[in-house]
């Protein structure tokens, strides 16, 4: 009975030694490393001495395309600041994404296909890096990922800034629903769109500056969604304009059957409208300030409709929206079939405050006595 109880007590003991030597439960290590030209010296050889939890302090110019895979996950990459990506192959990513929680912070990222990409349901930070001179987009987030975008200048690449694609997700200029300040990104001078959603996505936009892109500063098509300058999170969380402005088209395009909360906004000086709302889609614009189009102060037109804040309320999302410089064409035009409901507030342009289109009453009548039709008179009914 006593060798029993015995062998009971060792297979007990043994089984305590297996758990305190799993793998993983050594606390989160910090590893600082310098990127350079000999052996062993980049991204890629570094990742591999990563664990989940840990942090990678990075220093000096890294000469490489960076492939972040699906086996890391939890980890924070950090430039300081000071540390350069500088992508020597134009058609690969500069930064490749796919593993899940990954921060990337502190870069200056030069070059790729795109700048950072973030891809196969990938998730990800990035956070206070300069992402400039991709041959396509500066920050690209596509095939079912997620990722939260602040705090970065983004500029001159040869696409969009921040491209959103292909039933993806992402907060662009604020941390989470629960967030007190902003982290707001600088998206200027690229060759599209400043951020662009499409396929299907959805985003969350605030406090940022979208500026001098070649076409539109904020642009959704096909079935995609976004709150712009207003968010959905939990009462007294951060919510700020964004400023768009002086952008190559419409400062805000909707498009394709989408649909935007846009709310709280400065939009002003773009070459043709404020906001354009067409093909088949739905906005909710209110209480944003729209000053300086080169065409309509919002646009509404093919099977399009806009409700401009509510006919009574005081919340944001219920005020009317407001001009100060007019729009050069009106400031709101409606046509083809399309609808606009909500209080005009002082939305105005140098051809008037809205523009609905001319309606006519068309009287027919019988042509005598052989029963012919006509003639036809329009009437001007404008």
């Known amino acids: ?37 000999q052996p062993g010296q980049t991204i890629a050889n570094f990742l591999d001495e990563l664990n989940p939890g840990d942090t990678l302090l990075l220093s000096g110019t890294c000469n490489e395309n960076v492939v972040i895979g699906e086996g890391h996950r939890n980890i924070i990459i950090d430039g300081q600041g000071t540390t350069t990506i500088n992508a020597p192959d134009a058609n690969a990513s500069a930064v490749l994404i796919r593993g899940n929680r990954i921060t990337l912070r502190g870069f200056t990222i030069l070059g790729g296909r795109s700048g950072v990409h973030v891809t196969r349901g990938g998730t990800a930070t990035v956070d206070r890096n300069t992402v400039r001179n991709a041959q396509n987009h500066g920050i690209l987030v596509i095939n079912g990922s997620n990722a939260s975008i602040t705090n970065n200048l983004v500029e001159l690449n040869g696409a969009a800034g921040i491209q959103i694609s292909e039933n993806s997700n992402a907060d662009i200029g604020f941390q989470s629903d629960a967030a007190t300040v902003g982290a707001p990104n600088t998206v200027r001078m690229n060759g599209s769109n400043g951020i662009g959603v499409t396929g299907a996505s959805h985003a969350e936009i605030e406090g940022n500056l979208v500026r001098e892109n070649a076409t539109h500063g904020i642009s959704l098509s096909e079935s995609s969604s976004a709150r712009i300058g207003f968010q959905s999170g939990a009462p007294g969380s951060f919510a700020a304009a964004n400023t768009v402005e002086l952008n190559g088209v419409n400062g805000i395009n909707v498009a394709r059957s989408s649909s935007a909360r846009i709310v709280e906004n400065i939009i002003r000086n773009n070459t043709v409208n404020g906001v354009g709302v067409n093909r088949g889609s739905h906005a909710d614009i209110a209480n944003n300030k729209i000053d300086g189009n080169g065409g309509d102060g919002i646009s509404v037109t093919q099977n399009s409709g806009v409700n401009l804040g509510a006919d009574s309320g005081t919340d944001p999302e219920d005020l009317p929206n407001s001009t100060t410089t007019n729009n050069v064409g009106s400031g709101i035009q409606c046509r083809l079939n399309s609808y606009a409901d909500g209080r005009l507030g002082t939305l105005n342009g140098a051809a008037g405050a809205k523009d609905f289109g001319r309606t006519f009453n068309v009287n027919i009548a019988m042509n005598g006595s052989d029963g012919n039709w006509g003639p036809v008179d329009e009437v001007d009914d404008a």
Do not use: D, S
């Open 1 to 37: 009975m006593q060798t029993m109880r015995f062998g009971r007590l060792k297979g007990i003991l043994l089984f305590a030694t297996c758990l305190l030597i799993v793998p993983g439960w050594a606390g989160a290590a910090t590893k600082q490393r310098t990127c350079g030209p």
